[in-house]
């Protein structure tokens, strides 16, 4: 195993994890780097081993001691001391390492060519020994190797952004959580090279970079705090991890043991893996194959190896395309639901690229959309130039071609799906919804988001359950083709929804309506504006501009105020209100309400409240909202108030004052409900004060 590539893993974390690349895949195109990597010739002097072994002496020479990164020393604690169930993982970490390492030597070989590198004809493999006798497990790697300092700065301190975040997820999961949740978090995350003191008390580093007269060097720790380095003789170009293991983790010294570990989690690793001597891994790149040949096994056991999960995929796209680009493509959904990690829009896609089965970027960050982060798989492409370097693969006008046809083919999978699979799609929409929903926000392209679009799926006024919740795409089909809008409401539920004062003039004409349930539905609606011809409208938003025609009415028929004493009334709330609304009105649109506010876009109103308000006073507040009072004529409330004002003036302003309080709160728009309390107790105090 090399640890060298732990350096190099804020770049690329995974780069052989998914390699396809065997040494017999470089023949066809190119003869020289054949010779180079492939070749079974040694140079003189240069000896290659079938077994790893730990033969290497030492020259003598002074020996270093370091003292481990403050955060480094906490990892190994952690790790040494949890109660993790698989310790098994451990041998996949360092494999994946190692594998990491000669992905890297075969990138520099292509990128530098022949005069960075030594040891140019040596079989790129890795190479592990199980030692009973001795209770030793070693993984030796052909790969780059390791300078002094890249052995100081990659083992000596926590060079890994994942492995910060496994730190900070374990300070959480110790505030009154089980050791299991802390376990739990160590197979989330994996700690790679300090994943061998799970099982070692003492870790054996010998390595030699692959650079022209670069020393042997040995490191090793027995994890107490501190670690030592010094050179050695005839330590071979790669790097070779020696574990002294535990007495009670001597299973992992035993030769079929780790073959049933190597076949669970590394069996698709893209180089050899020779235990004791024989081959114990495929090398088949799944993705270049027939899709009918490759059975769900082994769909299930490579989506396992690509994704570090214990899960199978949910839906499997193998495609194959030569225009507009040369494309072999396998992408996997996973069937678990997404954690917070995968959440994270700073969490890198899953996605590996290939161009002619040579590894070219673990996990590329630019080959799709955030959006689509959660999408594991590989994609093999011969129209990338093996020359292109990893810095350039973000303004690749190459790149983001193949991002937007990987794209538009991933979006046209899943419409398929919702067709072909309704049920399993939509089990699929409840876990990954979010992610669509923040690609029709990011994206800038009008067309892709209304493809996009056709994904969402919601509940509808039509809809007694949620298995009933309809696509966008329905409604359109379902409404008269005459009809301009497509309404949606948003409220935390349906008993809400249907008891919202701003649904009910819509419920009595029968209009259908789609129902937001979470908060940041109804932007996306919003920002995506139209769906075909008919615009997204809020009810809300539809309500406010109709009930500019509805207050020109003289009166509003029988059990209502009059007219005349409308214009009392109105004036009277809106002194009242001074500073809270703009304006007062009357609307017929409202049964059982007494009354309702209104804005002018109530999306972005409700997302202010929440995330912006806190920062502006309250009177400023009401000023930016510019909200209006609605009053319902007819409801008994209302009509009482306007009797209430000329006895009771003191009660009145207390009823005025609640009755908008509470229309705030069916808005949305009451940034703590809590606030509300002062004047609903005063006013309980005055209802009681003849009891």
């Excluded at 480094?72 to 952690?78: A, K, V």
């Amino acid at each position: 195993m090399s640890v060298r590539a732990i350096g190099v893993l804020g770049q690329a974390r995974h780069l052989g994890r998914l390699a396809g690349t065997m040494r017999q895949c470089l023949r066809p195109a190119w003869g020289a780097l054949h010779r180079a990597v492939d070749s079974k010739r040694s140079p003189a002097g240069f000896q290659m081993r079938g077994f790893a072994t730990e033969t290497e002496a030492k020259t003598g020479s002074v020996v270093d001691k370091h003292e481990f990164q403050a955060e480094t020393r906490q990892l190994l604690d952690i790790v040494a001391r949890s109660l993790y169930s698989d310790h098994e993982v451990f041998v996949r970490e360092l494999i994946s390492n190692a594998s990491d390492a000669l992905e890297k030597f075969r990138y520099t070989l292509l990128s530098s060519g022949e005069a960075e590198l030594a040891g140019m004809d040596r079989p790129l493999e890795i190479r592990i020994t199980t030692d009973k006798p001795q209770m030793q497990l070693i993984i030796q790697d052909t790969g780059i190797g390791m300078t002094k300092e890249e052995l100081i700065s990659n083992l000596g301190t926590i060079a890994r952004s994942g492995s910060k975040q496994f730190l900070e997820q374990m300070k959480d999961s110790q505030k009154g959580a089980s050791s299991e949740a802390s376990s739990n978090i160590i197979g989330q995350f994996g700690v790679g090279f300090y994943s061998a003191f799970i099982v070692a008390n003492k870790v054996e580093v010998y390595t030699r970079a692959a650079v022209s007269n670069a020393p042997g060097l040995r490191w090793s720790t027995d994890g107490s705090g501190s670690y030592e380095i010094e050179e050695t003789s005839d330590a071979e170009l790669g790097t070779k991890i020696v574990l002294h293991l535990k007495t009670d983790c001597r299973e992992y010294a035993d030769e079929e043991r780790i073959k049933a570990v190597i076949k669970k989690y590394s069996n698709f690793v893209g180089s050899p893996i020779l235990l004791n001597g024989k081959q114990a891994n495929e090398i088949k790149p799944l993705w270049l194959l027939d899709p009918q040949s490759i059975s769900k096994e082994q769909h299930h056991d490579f989506y396992r190896f690509i994704s570090n999960s214990f899960d199978i995929p949910r839906f499997t796209l193998h495609y194959n395309a030569d225009v507009p680009l040369s494309i072999h493509a396998l992408l996997y959904f996973p069937e678990g639901k997404p954690g917070l990690f995968e959440m994270s829009r700073d969490g890198n896609t899953g996605v590996a690229l290939y161009t002619r089965k040579v590894l070219i970027q673990s996990k590329t960050e630019h080959l799709l959309p955030k959006w689509l982060r959660f999408v594991k798989g590989v994609v093999d492409s011969e129209d990338i130039p093996l020359n292109l370097s990893r810095e350039l693969l973000q303004n690749s006008s190459l790149i983001r071609k193949l991002s937007s046809v990987i794209s538009t083919r991933v979006i046209r999978f899943l419409q398929e799906r919702a067709k072909k699979q309704p049920e399993e799609y939509e089990a699929f929409y409840r876990d990954y919804g979010l992610f669509l929903k923040e690609g029709i926000v990011t994206s800038n392209d009008p067309a892709e988001k209304e493809e996009i679009a056709k994904l969402l799926r919601f509940d509808s006024s039509k809809s007694e359950t949620q298995s009933g919740r309809m696509s966008l795409e329905e409604y359109y089909k379902t409404v008269p083709a005459d009809q301009q809008n497509i309404y949606y409401l948003a409220a935390p539920n349906r008993v809400l929804a249907e008891s919202s004062p701003y649904y009910e003039s819509l419920k009595k004409r029968n209009e259908l309506v789609i129902f937001c349930y979470e908060p940041y539905d109804e932007l996306v609606l919003m920002q995506l504006g139209k769906f075909k011809s008919k615009n997204l409208v809020s009810v809300e938003k539809e309500m406010r501009e109709e009930s500019k025609d509805v207050n020109a009415a003289t009166d509003f028929g029988e059990g209502s105020l009059l007219r005349s004493e409308l214009d009392s009334l109105i004036p009277w709330l809106e002194g009242e209100l001074k500073g809270h609304v703009v304006k007062v009105k009357a609307t017929s649109r409202l049964d059982t309400h007494p009354c309702v506010i209104t804005v002018e876009e109530m999306a972005a109103a409700r997302h202010f409240i929440r995330t912006q308000s806190h920062q502006v006073p309250e009177q400023n507040r009401f000023a930016l909202l510019q909200p209006e009072l609605e009053i319902n004529p007819k409801h008994p409330i209302i009509k009482k108030l306007n009797k209430l004002r000329e006895s009771d003036q003191e009660l009145a302003q207390l009823i005025a004052k609640q009755l908008f309080a509470n229309a705030m709160v069916g808005a949305g728009l009451a940034e703590d409900p809590r606030m509300l309390l002062t004047n609903m107790n005063t006013l309980l105090a005055r209802a009681l004060e003849k009891y």
